[in-house]
Structures are given as C-alpha cells and as structure tokens.
C-alpha cells in the first residue's frame, strides 16, 4: 500500500517535468516556424469579430438544453418501486437515475457554457466600445442571448434539481444553501463517499495534466500569434492553488 | 496481496433481502451495499459489524482474506 502511494507520488511529480520538457521541445521545434501571416482572419468570424465563435456557443448551449429536457422526460416524475427498479443487479443505479445523472451533468455543462457566453460577451463589448465602425447592434443581441440562455439554463437546472430531491429526499440539494455541496457530502454514506473521494482524486490527477496542456498551447499560441503572458500566469496561479490545496489537506491530515 | 473477499451476497440470499432492506437495516445505502457485494469496496469496522449482527454471523465468517500467505 505505502509502496503504490509512494509510486504514484513520483508519478505526480514528473507531470510538471513533463511538462517543461515538452515547453522546451515545443519551443526549439517551433523556433524556426515563422509567424502566421497577419492577413489570416483567425477571429472565429464570418460577418462580425467573433460572430462564429458565439454562434458554437449557443448551439452548444441549446444542444445542452435539449438533451437535458430529453433526459428529464425519460426520468420518472416519481421514483420508481425500489424492487422493481433494481432487482438483484449489481448496477449502482437504476435506468430512472441513470437519466436523472445525465440531466444534472447536461445541466451543469449547460449552466458553465452560459455563462461562459456572457463572459466573452461582456469581455467583447468592453474590449470593443471605443471602437470605430463599433458593431452595437451585434454586441447588444449578443448580451442579451447570452442573459436569456443564464436565465433558461438556470431554470432548467432548478426543475432538474428539483426532481433529483424528489428521488433522494433524504439527501435533498438546495440551490440556496452557501454549503451546498457540503451539506450534501455530509448526508452520503460511506460508500458513497468513497465514490466521491475517488472521483475527486482522479479529477484532481486530470487537472494538473490539463493545466501543463493549457500552458503548452499557450506557448505555442505565443509562438504562432503574439506574446500572451496573462493566461500563461493564470494558469500558473491555478496549478499552485491546485497543488496547494492538496498538500495543505494532506498536511492537515497527518498531523491531527 | 490479500484480497477481502465477502458473503454478503449469498447471506442476504440466505435470509431472502434486498439489497435494499439490509441498506436500511444497516443504515447505509444501497449503493453502498452493491459496492461491498462486487468487492470494489471495503466496508469500515462500524458496517461489518453491522452487517454481521444482521446476519447472526461472526464478522470473520461473513468477511474473510484470501490470496497470499
């Protein structure tokens, strides 16, 4: 046990070694590749700046939104008889469940997407007001789609939580609560925080391999296009709280 | 490496329970029960001993090691 823990804190360590190493591989191999010419449109637009890039956006948040109104209509608005759903399977959850997960992740995407909308949205129009020929109309129906798609995703995620409740009302969300996701953590059993410890773990492993694949493409956006330090510094700053956050607790933990 | 091996499948045959009834009489969830069933989790102390005083059975005979030395 203490040898594989031991293994996989090496394993952990290297990822930054990796990392590096492929910043300086990337960077020699990139050295001799000129610059893209400036002419190139690389602005994701056909019509305005960026018109392409917030049309993806909102068909992927109405995609999102179909498919969570499609797993919610497939989800029993009571929950089945225990004997009936699961029977002597060794399945965790039962098919009413399993389309009730997939509506709360389709719904959390769809939430985070949203406001990712109105966060370009925002950033466009503050980056881009003083400019001349200022596409206004563009901007305005472009902040106010991003509003309307918070306001339908928000709803959405409201009926979906409000059905999960009726499913677990032992272990009911509240959308208002502060501590949400802590209150709930409190009300699983062992098993299921087991679960969850194990989920948290692996997304944790994933994190610090996405940070160093976000900083790489940062250089090479750098390479490519113009010099961009303030997403390589974020990025940076959030690997550290990453990392921090996870010796911290462990510390905390070795030394009650 | 020993591995924790279980009857808790075979006991709750025995006494003709869910998996949710014994959940309920153990206090945990059925989830959890499942997951101890496929071995993909080791109960704590507290729900073995629990477990066992369902089945009338000593811990050891419900949970046992198996494999290596």
């Known amino acids: 046990m203490k040898h594989s823990s031991s293994s996989s804190i090496k394993k952990r360590l290297r990822l930054p070694l990796y990392a590096a190493g492929g910043a300086v591989v990337g960077f020699i191999g990139a050295n001799g590749v000129r610059k893209v010419p400036s002419d190139l449109n690389w602005t994701l637009s056909v019509y305005y700046d960026y018109d392409l890039l917030f049309a993806v956006l909102a068909a992927a948040v109405v995609v999102m939104m179909l498919w969570n109104i499609f797993s919610l209509s497939r989800t029993p608005s009571v929950p089945p008889m225990e004997e009936d759903t699961y029977g002597e399977s060794d399945s965790l959850i039962s098919p009413a469940e399993r389309s009730l997960g997939k509506a709360m992740i389709l719904s959390g995407f769809s939430v985070i997407v949203a406001f990712t909308w109105a966060a370009l949205a925002l950033s466009l129009y503050a980056s881009n007001r003083n400019m001349p020929n200022y596409p206004e109309l563009f901007n305005l129906v472009n902040l106010i789609g991003a509003c309307i798609s918070i306001f339908i995703v928000v709803i959405l995620q409201s009926l979906t939580l409000k059905r999960y409740n009726r499913y677990f009302p032992d272990r009911a969300l509240d959308l208002n609560s502060r501590n949400m996701k802590k209150d709930h953590f409190e009300k699983l059993d062992e098993g299921e925080k087991w679960i969850v410890y194990r989920a948290a773990y692996r997304s944790f492993q994933m994190m610090n391999l996405l940070l160093g694949v976000g900083m790489l493409s940062m250089v090479l956006y750098s390479v490519l296009f113009t010099f961009a330090p303030f997403p390589i510094v974020m990025l940076s700053i959030i690997w550290i709280a990453n990392i921090g956050i996870y010796y911290r607790e462990t510390y905390r933990a070795s030394n009650q | ?69």
């Open chain 2, 1 to 69: 490496m020993e591995e924790l091996h279980n009857h808790v499948r075979e006991l709750r045959a025995r006494d003709r329970l869910s998996q949710t009834e014994l959940a309920k009489l153990i206090g945990a969830s059925r989830q959890t029960i499942a997951l101890i069933e496929r071995g993909d989790y080791s109960p704590s102390v507290v729900l073995a001993l629990k477990i066992a005083h369902v089945f009338r059975e000593p811990v050891e005979k419900i949970f046992e090691l198996k494999g290596g030395d």
